[in-house]
């Protein structure tokens, strides 16, 4: 019983090669949940190919909102945890990392506040022409947010993979 509560104590800290399989994976899975976003992005923005853009008639419906609300928090929340945590309690080591994080965090910072905010406001969305109206507007900036936080993201991303 001693040497299970010894063990559990004191867990062997990972290797440098596990460290950085862990960190390969997670970068994969932030980037699996960041197209995920941009699909569903896609699909409640009712752009489904370029060519139908002007043929298609499209209309959000709340279940499909929330959906894309819940992707894009999961998404943001994990970009915040398990990537830029390190970064923000100034744990990095790595010059690389730290001086790209240095010139672009601030600027993801920003786009997660304006993600969460998006999330906030929507959160009660119930479908009606004045909540459409005002999602409608929103939507256009939302991709805009999405896609520099993509190209933000990806920087410290090719670092922290050197």
Known sequence: MSTVNAEASNPVPPTGVERRERLHNTIAALVKLRQEVVVSYCQLSGVSSFDNRNEESHSVEADQLRRFCQIMVDYTAMGHFEVYQRIIE??????????????????????????VDFNDKYDAFEGT????????????????IIAVRGELEDQILAALEQ
Request: aromatic share 4%.
């Open 90 to 115: 100034g744990k990095e080591r790595r010059r690389a990392v730290k001086e790209v994080a240095a010139d672009v965090y601030p600027a993801i910072a920003e786009t997660t506040d304006y993600l």
């Open 129 to 144: 022409a004045e909540d459409v109206d005002m999602l409608a507007g929103d939507l256009s900036r939302l991709g805009e």
